[in-house]
């Protein structure tokens, strides 16, 4: 297939896409901020700036997940709460963004569970496995009524609605190359940098976007899927500090799509294109621009059936 690039890494990043809030360390009540006020004086920040990626991070969390199945029988969700987190610093101020990966595990198993043939998802977890899993999470649902995940997941494409709290000045693409030092000196801390594109941009800037876009799509188009997924976009950062950031990351998808295509994507970019035709009243090209960038992204998950 044209446009792959090759992973050097022992581990292959899944080809999925993630949609991050960073919430800054005020933000979190006590016990937790000192947790991660402590963790963060350990591990150090996986990014020290708003152009730097997380990718090498990414790999971590990977890596672990996977030395975690490798270590004992496959569970449906890990047993206990993680208690690592994605940290950036920005113009000083520190930012968390918790993997709270039991809380995604659950959503992944209900994913799998809409989406997958009976014979597959029995397979890969069985019916006792999934009814202890869900009995476990409603459990876990009622002494935290008000959990939220940090992280969205798409696995084989970005999700268009995805697209709309950001606009073309936000991306950021770091090609792969070059070492990336988290913590320590000498080659213990070193590693080799992967190549990353993602968007990031303070909250209240993603929070205007999605509202005007919603404002136009519902007066336009009031039943279309955009307008639902602005919604859907729009209620998920309201859970959130207002002075957070919000984080588009291509993750693995950096890998499936080449370097040749990722120079030339601007799909943010051309989102708000459409939009802004649609608030001018040129209904054709705001159509023109949402089709083009549908069917690219569809394009891009056909692939998941490629053999």
Known sequence: MQDVTVVRTSV???????LRVYEPLAAYPEPERAYWQAYAAEHGPDAEAAEQPVAPAVLEEQREALAELAARTPRPLPERESGRAYLRVVDGVLYVCPWATRLRSWQALEELREGAPVA?????????ARAAAEADRERWRAEHPDARP?????RWEVPVRWFLPFGDEDRCFVPEGGVSRRTGEGG???????????YLVPMAQARRRVARAFRALREA?????????AEQVGRW??????????????GGLVHLLGPERLLA?????????GLRALRAGEAAEALRAYGELTVRWRRVLALRNAN
């Open 12 to 18: 292959q990043p899944p080809y999925a896409a993630h």
């Open 120 to 128: 597959l998802l029995d397979t890969a977890v069985p019916p006792l």
């Open 150 to 154: 940090w992280i969205l997941t798409s």
């Open 188 to 198: 213990e801390g070193e590693r080799a940098r992967p190549a990353a594109l993602f």
């Open 221 to 229: 188009a009031p039943d279309g899927e955009l307008v639902q997924g």
């Open 237 to 250: 950062l309201e859970e959130f500090h207002p002075r957070s950031l919000v984080e588009l990351d291509y």
């Open 265 to 273: 994507d601007r799909s943010a970019g051309e989102l708000e294109e």
